[in-house]
């Protein structure tokens, strides 16, 4: 996602890393290097993530903006103050993801440009038909596809959105770490999902199935950009005439022109 870019002139004076913590830290050092005296806010609503987001970022060795640079504002950023909002791994676990677009779109200044990525429809193939099979609730909420999140994006406010993806399979040595990194992705927003807590006996069932099966997850995961454009002229509503109001305006404009 850093390598796209390269793709845009644009350099920012000011951009904003939104929930990083989730989204990876890694990144944060990369955009650092190479906006080097761009200044960053940073948004995490959850105090814990903010915390720990601020230790590793302003008092870290490795990041560059304690030696060059400006210093990390943490907190929200104000409207039309970035030109450039990085958020990964954000979209897919909006529970309204237009609203959310719709809060970078209000943080971008004229001109700016949105860079994000999710994970699309096609992640967690085979661990979804096993829990088909096995007659369970998904193991997680249903993706969005790239072509509507380009559509969603326009309808935001958005202009020239370029979406592209990869699939990535991951490999694990044991069913634990398996689910150690399941839990890592986050919430399983599925409405029908489990309605409880699940016990050590089905815990069991779950580790003997994974030990006979690749011990392995796909992911598809999607890249997007989009600039913020100019606004558009505002537009006087549609006024419907009847062609007798239409004689009716048109004899009292000539009346008004002979003085009568």
């Known amino acids: 996602m850093e390598e796209r870019l390269a793709w845009i002139k644009l350099k920012p004076q000011t951009w904003a890393h939104w929930q990083p913590v989730n989204g990876g830290l890694q990144?944060?050092?990369l955009l650092s290097?190479?906006?080097p005296q761009a200044a960053c806010v940073v948004s995490e609503p959850i105090p814990s993530h903010r915390d720990?987001?601020?230790?590793?970022?302003t008092k870290s060795w490795?990041?560059?903006a304690r030696w060059t640079g400006q210093a990390v504002r943490f907190q929200p950023p104000a409207e039309a103050s970035v030109q450039m909002l990085w958020a990964n791994m954000a979209l897919h676990m909006a529970s309204d993801p237009q609203e959310l677009m719709g809060h970078w779109h209000q943080a971008l200044a004229t001109g700016g440009f949105l860079m994000f990525s999710c994970l699309g429809p096609d992640s967690l193939a085979r661990l979804r038909?096993?829990?088909r099979g096995l007659?369970?609730?998904a193991p997680s909420h249903e993706f969005t596809d790239m072509h509507d999140w380009g559509d969603m994006l326009v309808a935001a406010g958005f202009a020239e959105p370029v979406m592209d993806m990869e699939r990535i399979t991951l490999t694990f040595q044991s069913p634990e770490r398996l689910l150690e990194e399941l839990r890592g992705l986050g919430r399983n927003l599925h409405l029908n999902r489990f309605a409880s807590l699940r016990g050590r006996q089905w815990l069991r069932q779950l580790m003997?199935?994974?030990a006979n099966e690749p011990l392995e997850l796909e992911f598809e995961v999607i890249y997007g950009h989009a600039f913020k454009p100019v606004p558009r002229l505002a537009v006087r509503p549609e006024t419907?005439?009847?062609l007798e109001q239409m004689k009716d305006s048109l004899r009292a404009a000539k009346t008004r022109q002979l003085g009568l």
């Not at 720990?52 to 970022?57: G, I, R, V």
Request: net charge neutral; hydrophobic share 50%; aromatic share 18%.
């Open 129 to 131: 038909e096993l829990y």
């Open 62 to 64: 490795w990041n560059p």
């Open 33 to 35: 290097r190479r906006y």
């Open 208 to 210: 003997a199935i994974l």
């Open 27 to 29: 990144a944060h050092d």
């Open 240 to 242: 419907v005439l009847s």
């Open 52 to 57: 720990y987001a601020s230790a590793l970022l």
């Open 135 to 137: 007659g369970w609730p």
